[in-house]
């Protein structure tokens, strides 16, 4: 085998493995925003989410109560829940009670980091780990050489992320419900009047924006690194949101900028492996140094949703 | 605020019983740790001094209209200007003829280190600002990614150039060389008592620092024409660019200012506290998370820089009391970032309550309007609510 055939498809599999986070929170943020609702508190529903997923993945392997396939989904299905319901505080918070989106998403956040951090050191105390998802292979896809490397040997997360792709494009772009979403974002006063009530769509993006959230959480917590320690996600759900204004609010091109986060991500972690002569600091730095620049660029062709952080007031 | 305040302690209560720990006992242990001797109010001081200085920046850029989440990052850019300088001036001999002039040298070293910090934070801010003003750029975003990058710069000159020589080779945790005395800000005491009050404790002239720049900046807001503009850039870019303002330029301002302010936090706890920067790599190994709490305490100070100053005490005491409680009830200190989180929620939901009281006087808010209009241009949108209103 030759070394950078090694390389490039390695790097270009774990690009996408590391995407699967990226993706999930922020598709979820894209419904959020595109319905008017700034969700800045995707990190902390991310730590839950990454948190109560391991803990009930880490406990029903445990005892053993459950076999290891349904504590998986059993873990998955918490981290849904628990994102949700963090969602809907969000909705609470900036629907019902009009509060500043940008800086109660930054309570959230604070309130998500302080809690699964407490929590963890009440229940597990050092960082133990779980078996998570298991790499899947297909017959004869997995064998092809280097492409099955790069596509077909990953966990199920992975491709479920992926599909949620065109299903989330499918949905905003061609359902009732997007159209719903889009009216809500672009021009609630007309979404109103046309007896479509604002407050429950962005009731509902914003719990979907949560459930995604913790789904993003466990793909790193039972998937991806298979353990929860301290400020697990380290600011990815904020790349998450970084990624929503990058991507102009399109699904596609909001994946297509997780992707493209996450390929700068696996160089990076290439760069240490293989030992290039650049200072590792600088490598861990120019994934934030290119978001900046894209935001940069992305700002240019803005079609943000009109209504974007605003709440909706009826006017009598 | 104090519904807010209190509703986060009821919700930390709930959270404590769950835990098996009497919420009574925790917060008489917090008290006990965050005030109850001498040693433990001063290090209550000492942990609100930097969230004060960032509560007043924080103030500065949200009464502007700027959502300032970087002051993690320019505390350190300010800690990494001010260490640098304090080291370099340090090092220089005074000449022996001036030797009696020793004290106005030791004055020096530390007010050129000071502004040295004041000035790299209030970059550091000012690039967000200026990337918002010119290439609309949300503030939020930009500042959250400049503390990642900050984090590396100073784990990378940590461990090169600015590593302790002493240090070199062994490298357990990076730091800089410990500073000269003259270098360092003075300890600070009370002319009470015998021995002065807080005489034996690590309290420093930082907090003197922080307190007399609150009331300047509450001075400065509400009695200045200059901080007169930034506050109206705050409530409505349209009005003020209409009115002749150069919103963009105030924009640049707020953050500079904002960023000044976390700079000096950052600058100050390194020559009044530790006498070296040194990190364990974490994005809060510096800064003890100061950045984001400055912004709990401005918001709880009510965005006024004098109102920071009982609030930073406020958090320093929560933080110090926390540690106290992790010690007797075995509660992880960390239940003070969840109760930190929820207070910040608490105070912007609440304020739906103050505006509707309001509107029935004058309509006069509590806090800028186009705050949380995070990536928008709010100049050339109004909000849907304002025509109807």
Aim: hydrophobic share 55%; glycine share 12%; with cysteine.
């Amino acid at each position: 085998m030759e070394l950078d055939a090694i390389f490039t498809a390695s790097v270009f599999a774990s690009a996408i493995r590391l995407a699967t986070p990226y993706i999930f929170a922020a598709l979820g943020e894209t419904f959020a925003q595109r319905s008017g609702v700034l969700n800045l508190g995707v990190d902390g529903m991310m730590l839950m989410g990454a948190f109560t997923g391991f803990y009930a993945v880490f406990i029903t392997q445990q005892e053993g109560t459950l076999s290891e396939p349904l504590s998986l989904l059993f873990g998955v299905l918490i981290a849904l829940i628990v994102g949700g319901l963090m969602g809907l505080a969000m909705a609470f918070v900036s629907v019902t009670l009009k509060a500043k989106q940008g800086i109660s998403g930054i309570g959230v956040y604070l309130f998500g980091l302080g809690l699964s951090e407490l929590l963890f050191q009440q229940w597990v105390g050092t960082p133990k780990s779980v078996s998570g998802f298991p790499r899947i292979t297909f017959p004869y896809l997995s064998d092809i050489p280097v492409l099955g490397q790069i596509f077909f040997h990953h966990n199920l997360l992975v491709y479920v992320a992926f599909a949620l792709v065109p299903i989330s494009a499918f949905v905003l772009n061609r359902t009732t419900f997007g159209l719903m979403i889009r009216a809500v974002g672009q021009n609630p006063e007309a979404a109103d009047a046309m007896g479509v009530s604002v407050a429950r769509v962005r009731y509902a993006t914003t719990t979907i924006g949560g459930m995604l959230a913790g789904l993003a959480g466990a793909s790193l917590s039972i998937a991806l690194i298979n353990l929860f320690q301290q400020n697990l996600t380290a600011g990815q759900g904020f790349i998450a949101v970084a990624l929503v204004y990058f991507g102009g609010w399109r699904p596609w091109a909001v994946a297509a900028g997780a992707m493209l986060f996450s390929f700068v991500n696996a160089l990076q972690l290439q760069i240490k492996v293989i030992g290039l002569d650049i200072p590792s600091e600088f490598a861990v730095m120019a994934p934030y140094v290119i978001t900046i620049i894209a935001l940069v660029f992305a700002s240019k062709r803005q079609e943000q949703p009109t209504a974007l952080t605003k709440p909706y007031e009826r006017g009598e | 605020m104090i519904v807010a305040l209190v509703l986060a302690l009821l919700v930390a209560s709930v959270l404590l019983l769950a835990l098996n720990a009497n919420p009574l006992e925790a917060y008489a242990a917090m008290w006990e740790g965050a005030a109850g001797k001498e040693n433990a109010t001063a290090e209550t001081l000492v942990k609100a001094t930097p969230i004060l200085f960032v509560g007043i920046g924080i103030t500065i850029a949200f009464r502007g209209g700027m959502i300032n989440i970087g002051g993690e990052g320019q505390m350190i850019a300010g800690a990494l200007a001010g260490v640098t300088i304090a080291l370099i001036l340090g090092e220089m001999r005074v000449p022996p003829e001036l030797a009696k002039e020793k004290g106005a040298f030791d004055l020096i070293i530390v007010t050129c280190s000071l502004i040295g910090g004041f000035l790299a934070g209030a970059l550091y801010g000012g690039l967000a600002g200026f990337l918002k003003a010119y290439f609309d750029v949300n503030e939020i975003l930009s500042t959250i990614m400049l503390n990642q990058i900050a984090v590396q710069m100073m784990n990378f000159l940590l461990n090169g150039i600015l590593l302790d020589p002493a240090e070199a080779g062994v490298n357990n945790i990076p730091k800089t060389a410990r500073l000269v005395t003259a270098a360092q800000l003075p300890r600070l005491s009370l002319p009470i008592g015998d021995p002065h009050l807080f005489a034996r404790t690590r309290l420093h002239w930082g907090l003197i620092i922080a307190i007399v720049l609150a009331v300047i900046i509450y001075i400065f807001l509400w009695r200045t024409s200059l901080g007169y503009r930034i506050r109206a850039v705050g409530e409505n870019q349209r009005a003020s660019s209409y009115a002749g303002i150069n919103v963009k330029r105030q924009m640049m301002f707020s953050m500079f200012l904002a960023g000044g302010f976390a700079g000096l936090a950052g600058v100050v706890q390194v020559l009044g506290l530790q006498y070296r920067l040194q990190t364990d790599g974490s994005p809060a190994g510096f800064t003890g998370a100061a950045g984001f709490n400055g912004i709990v305490a401005a918001l709880f100070g009510g965005l006024n820089p004098i109102g920071a100053i009982p609030a930073a005490a406020f958090f320093g005491g929560l933080l110090v009391g926390a540690q106290k409680m992790q010690r007797e009830l075995g509660v992880p200190a960390s239940l003070i970032t969840a109760v930190n989180g929820l207070i910040v929620v608490f105070v912007v939901s609440s304020e739906i309550f103050i505006l509707q009281r309001s509107k029935r006087r004058v309509s006069l808010q509590e806090t800028p309007d186009n705050l949380g209009s995070g990536g928008g241009k709010p100049a050339d949108r109004a909000s849907p609510d304002e025509g109807s209103g």
